[in-house]
């Protein structure tokens, strides 16, 4: 019956989604620990301390905001307070989609191909 497959089938995406979910997270409980354990627990903007009681509102950012790129010297994580996080992301937001208006412009790339090509028919041609 299809209304058994389409059941089948989104339970085997529900599972495949809570295992990545459960992956993520486990990784990054992997590279928070790590984090902590090399930098000192002060929010690199706001430069509030943390102790052991009120650590869980420091967290991980990662500099070039790869989530999959943990180096284990620690060189693309910073440790931020949750709202100077917060305030961060909303940043790169904004940067991200000046940043789509910069691929745009690489779609221009193929005329600049013509050209050469042209140049290249042109000089074939004085020979
Ligand atoms: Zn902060
Ligand atoms: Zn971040």
Not at 12 to 29: P, T
Not at 79 to 86: E, V
Not at 94 to 103: F, P, Y
Request: net charge positive.
């Amino acid at each position: 019956m299809p209304s058994n497959k389409t059941q089948a089938d989104s339970s085997k995406m529900d599972r495949i989604v809570a295992e990545a979910r459960r992956n993520r997270e486990l990784r990054e409980r992997d590279y928070r620990e790590q984090a902590l354990k090399i930098y000192p627990w002060v929010c690199g903007r706001c430069a509030r301390e943390f102790t052991r009681a009120n650590v869980l509102q420091l967290t991980v950012h990662h500099k070039d905001h790869n989530h999959d790129n943990n180096p284990p010297d620690g060189s693309n994580w910073e440790l931020l307070c949750i709202y100077c996080h917060d305030n961060e992301h909303s940043r790169y937001l904004d940067s991200a989609g000046r940043g789509e208006a910069a691929r745009g412009d690489e779609q221009d790339a193929p005329s600049t191909y013509k050209a050469f090509a042209d140049l290249k028919a042109r000089l074939k041609g004085k020979q």
